[in-house]
């Protein structure tokens, strides 16, 4: 039995981790596989900020290794936060993570000069209300609209 669900949540969480799985499919998988929402839940969610954490660093990695690049593409994102304002970038982050998944989110926020870490933040919020609503909604019986449904 151990190595049962020991599988399955290893499926769960290679599905989260994956960039057209993400959140969004993980839960529904595990629901599929005869998880408990709320443990698919619990599974993914960690396993979907993984990559975005990776992504990041490699992205910050990069910035430091050619400064004149990344000041580039910082100056143009630079105005676009300033027209829209901090928070309202923050909410569109929390808002569009789910739907778009962490890793166009984690390149975007890096290009808008967002730090890493108030972007793994906004990203994590996103990620974690819109799977706690999708389990929740699932655990009741209902299903919550994704990019793949």
Do not use: C, H
């Not at 972007?119 to 609209?145: D, N, R, T």
Request: proline content about 5%.
């Amino acid at each position: 039995m151990w190595e049962t669900e020991l599988a399955k949540i290893l499926v769960i969480a290679a599905v989260a981790a994956s960039p057209v799985g993400e959140i969004l499919i993980a839960i529904p998988v595990g629901v599929a596989l005869g998880m408990d929402p709320l443990v698919s839940y619990i599974t993914a969610l960690p396993s979907n900020m993984a990559p975005s954490a990776l992504i990041l660093s490699a992205l910050d990695f990069f910035e430091k290794r050619y400064p004149s690049m990344s000041r580039y593409f910082a100056r143009r994102g630079e105005g676009l936060v300033k027209r829209l304002g901090v928070r309202r970038v923050q909410a569109a982050i929390v808002i569009i993570t789910p739907i778009a998944g962490v890793y166009a989110v984690s390149f975007s926020t890096k290009i808008l000069g967002i730090d890493r870490r108030s972007s793994l933040i906004y990203q994590s919020i996103g990620v974690a209300l819109y799977g706690l609503i999708e389990a929740l909604l699932i655990y009741q019986g209902l299903s919550l609209p994704g990019r793949l449904s």
